[in-house]
């Protein structure tokens, strides 16, 4: 790869000319997990523009399709693996349930807690919204070789691990 820069190595440049005695350093590899997790996120949320479902809907019917059958899960559960606040969630299911792609049901083990199972319509629908996310993902780490690849996804697993992931 040729010698590039991008916006870290600008905002790095700027700060050694205005505070030279801050350490940037970790912001060459920390300042570019930010950003690239940005973009990487508004394009599944591209990739996903044709199903008719946002991001945060598809890491919903994603967490409870993958759980297995019967497909339902608990609000906590939910919780336990979406990356969004009780709220959020409360909202998004009601929305999910309204598109139809959702039932709310008792859990028959323990009333008091409403299930979010999969209608036929959002099993459906998370098949083939999930192959295209998928299918993004593989395009942008396209950019790597098979080697660069499996030592970035070490290194960054290691970096999760260590927050306590």
């Given at each position: 790869?040729?010698?590039?820069?991008?916006?870290?190595?600008?905002?790095i440049?700027e700060?050694?000319l205005?505070?030279?005695?801050l350490?940037?350093?970790?912001?060459?590899?920390?300042?570019?997990?930010?950003?690239?997790?940005?973009?990487?996120?508004?394009?599944?949320?591209?990739?996903?523009?044709?199903?008719?479902?946002?991001?945060?809907?598809l890491?919903?019917?994603?967490?409870?399709?993958?759980?297995?059958?019967?497909?339902?899960?608990?609000?906590?559960?939910?919780?336990?693996?979406?990356?969004?606040?009780?709220?959020a969630?409360?909202?998004?299911?009601?929305?999910?349930?309204?598109?139809?792609?959702?039932y709310?049901?008792?859990?028959?083990?323990?009333?008091?807690?409403?299930?979010?199972?999969?209608t036929d319509?959002?099993?459906?629908?998370?098949?083939?919204?999930i192959?295209?996310?998928?299918n993004?993902?593989?395009?942008?780490?396209?950019?790597l070789?098979?080697?660069?690849?499996?030592?970035l996804?070490?290194?960054?697993?290691?970096?999760?691990?260590?927050?306590?992931?």
């Amino acid at each position: 790869m040729k010698d590039q820069t991008d916006i870290i190595d600008k905002l790095i440049s700027e700060w050694n000319l205005e505070r030279p005695e801050l350490n940037v350093e970790a912001m060459q590899v920390v300042g570019r997990i930010i950003k690239l997790g940005k973009i990487l996120e508004k394009r599944a949320g591209s990739s996903l523009k044709e199903t008719g479902i946002y991001y945060t809907d598809l890491d919903v019917l994603a967490t409870i399709r993958r759980s297995g059958k019967p497909y339902e899960l608990s609000p906590k559960q939910l919780m336990e693996s979406v990356l969004i606040t009780s709220g959020a969630m409360t909202a998004l299911l009601n929305r999910l349930t309204k598109l139809e792609l959702i039932y709310r049901v008792p859990d028959k083990r323990d009333g008091r807690i409403i299930l979010a199972g999969l209608t036929d319509k959002g099993k459906k629908l998370i098949d083939e919204a999930i192959e295209i996310r998928f299918n993004e993902a593989q395009e942008s780490v396209e950019v790597l070789s098979d080697s660069e690849f499996k030592n970035l996804s070490i290194l960054l697993k290691k970096m999760l691990v260590s927050f306590g992931d």
